[in-house]
C-alpha cells in the first residue's frame, strides 16, 4: 500500500513533511447562528497568508486545518494559502460537537453520512475536486455523537 498524505493541492509523499501543526484554523466562515462571537470568524486570507508565512520561515511544513462541514469552511481560500506560502495544507471533512452541527448532521442517514464523508475524501468536497485529508469526528460533553 503507497502510502499519501492528501492536502489541498493534491496528494504528497509522507516524506515530503516536517514540521506540522496538527489542529489550526486559518480561514472559516461559520454561520453567526452557530459562532456569533467574532473571534470564531476568521474572514482574512491575506491576513492567513501572513501568518502562514512566519510558521513556514520558522521551519513549518504543513498545517491541519480543522474548519468541517457547516462550519464554513473555504477549500478555495486553503488552495490560495497553500500555493502562496509552500506550505501543504490538510482540510478536514466531518462534523465538530453537536451545538454546531448543520441541519444535514441531523437528517441524514448514517449511511447517507458515510457517503458524504467518502465522497469528500476520494472525489472533493463543498463541489470542488479539493480532497479531505482526514475525517473529523465529532463530540460534545463527555460523549462522541
Not at 489542529?23 to 486570507?45: G, K, N, Q
Not at 444535514?104 to 475536486?129: H, I, P, S
Amino acid at each position: 500500500m503507497t502510502k499519501i498524505i492528501r492536502t489541498v493541492l493534491g496528494d504528497i509523499d509522507p516524506d515530503e513533511v516536517g514540521v506540522i501543526l496538527p489542529h489550526e484554523h486559518l480561514i472559516a466562515f461559520p454561520p453567526v447562528r452557530v459562532r456569533p462571537d467574532i473571534d470564531y470568524r476568521l474572514p482574512s486570507v491575506e491576513n492567513a497568508i501572513k501568518e502562514v508565512v512566519d510558521y513556514h520561515e520558522a521551519g513549518g511544513s504543513m498545517i491541519c486545518e480543522m474548519a468541517t462541514h457547516g462550519y464554513g469552511r473555504d477549500v478555495r481560500a486553503l488552495q490560495e494559502i497553500s500555493r502562496s506560502t509552500g506550505v501543504h495544507i490538510l482540510s478536514t471533512t466531518g462534523f465538530v460537537f453537536e451545538s454546531i452541527y448543520p441541519n444535514l448532521a441531523f437528517n441524514a442517514t448514517e449511511e447517507e453520512l458515510v457517503e458524504l464523508f467518502v465522497r469528500n475524501v476520494t472525489e472533493g468536497m463543498d463541489g470542488t475536486d479539493v480532497k479531505a485529508g482526514w475525517v473529523k469526528c465529532g463530540s460534545s460533553y463527555e460523549k462522541v455523537t
